[in-house]
C-alpha cells in the first residue's frame, strides 16, 4: 500500500556519491516526503524530509524534482557504515496514522 | 536526551504463552506508533496511540494482539497465546505532539516463538 516505489537494490563503491531514487507520482499538496534508513538488526533511522525545496543536514541531501512527483536521496561520500535499507515514505503534513506504511525500500550495498 | 527506549530487546516464548512489550517513547513525545517486522520483509504499521487513546489500530491482527499507552507508564503491546508466526521484531516509534510530523524509532524487541 506504500504510495513510493524505489529500485529494490543499488550498488556503490565506499567514497563515491550515491543517488537513491523514490518515484512519488501520486504526491499530494500537503505530502512531506521522508526518508529513513535501516541497518541491520536496528530501529529505522530518520534521514532527511522535505516539502518542495531541496534540503541538506549533516548525513545527506535530499533533492525534489519540481513537479513533486520524484525525489532523490544523495548521500555525498558513501561508507561501508550507510550499507542500509533506505525508505522513502510520505507524510502528510498533520502528521498521523496516515503515510505510515513503508514499502520494502532500497537495499543499498556500498563495495569497499 | 534519551531515545525511544524498547523492553525487552529480545523475549523468548513457547507457544501458547504471552508476549509483552514495553516502549517508553522520546521525552515530550505522546504519540506512539507499533510496527511489526517479519523476517526478510519490510515494516508493517499495526496501531498508533496517544495518551489513554488508540488512534488507529488498522494494522492489528483482529485477535490476540492488543495495545494501550496509559497516562502513566509505558505504552504495551501485548501478544496473548503466540504462536510460531509471531516471531517477529516489534518496533515502537513516537512522535511530539505539536508541529512536525517525523517520527523516531527504538531499537526493537525481538521475539521468537519456540
Known amino acids: 500500500d506504500a504510495k513510493t516505489t524505489q529500485p529494490n537494490s543499488m550498488e556503490s563503491n565506499e567514497e563515491e556519491p550515491v543517488h537513491l531514487p523514490c518515484n512519488h507520482s501520486?504526491?499530494?499538496?500537503?505530502?512531506?516526503i521522508h526518508w529513513y534508513r535501516q541497518l541491520p538488526s536496528q530501529g529505522p533511522e530518520y534521514v532527511i524530509h522535505?516539502?518542495?525545496s531541496n534540503v541538506n543536514n549533516r548525513m545527506a541531501s535530499l533533492a525534489i524534482a519540481e513537479d513533486r512527483k520524484s525525489s532523490t536521496l544523495i548521500l555525498h561520500r558513501a561508507t561501508l557504515r550507510d550499507a542500509a535499507v533506505y525508505y522513502c515514505?510520505?507524510?502528510?503534513?498533520?502528521?498521523?496514522?496516515?503515510?505510515?506504511?513503508f514499502g520494502k525500500g532500497t537495499h543499498l550495498i556500498i563495495q569497499p | 536526551n534519551a531515545g525511544v527506549m524498547q523492553n525487552p530487546r529480545h523475549l523468548v516464548r513457547r507457544r501458547g504463552q504471552e508476549a509483552r512489550l514495553r516502549c517508553s517513547p522520546m521525552?515530550?513525545?505522546?504519540?506512539v506508533y507499533w510496527y511489526r517486522q517479519l523476517p526478510e520483509e519490510g515494516l508493517k504499521f499495526m496501531v498508533y496511540?496517544?495518551?489513554?487513546?488508540?488512534?488507529?489500530e488498522s494494522g492489528m491482527p483482529k485477535e490476540r494482539f492488543s495495545a494501550e499507552f496509559p497516562k502513566e507508564g509505558p505504552s504495551i503491546l501485548r501478544i496473548q497465546q503466540v504462536v510460531r508466526g509471531d516471531s517477529a521484531a516489534y518496533f515502537c516509534?513516537?512522535?511530539?505532539?505539536?508541529?512536525?510530523?517525523?517520527?523516531?524509532f527504538g531499537e526493537g524487541s525481538w521475539l521468537t516463538v519456540v
Open positions: 522535505g516539502l518542495t
Open positions: 515514505i510520505l507524510r502528510p503534513a498533520g502528521g498521523g496514522a496516515d503515510g505510515l506504511t
Open positions: 516509534a513516537s512522535s511530539p505532539l505539536a508541529a512536525g510530523n517525523t517520527i523516531y
Open positions: 501520486t504526491i499530494s499538496g500537503t505530502d512531506y
Open positions: 496511540l496517544q495518551k489513554e487513546n488508540i488512534i488507529d
Open positions: 521525552k515530550g513525545h505522546s504519540h
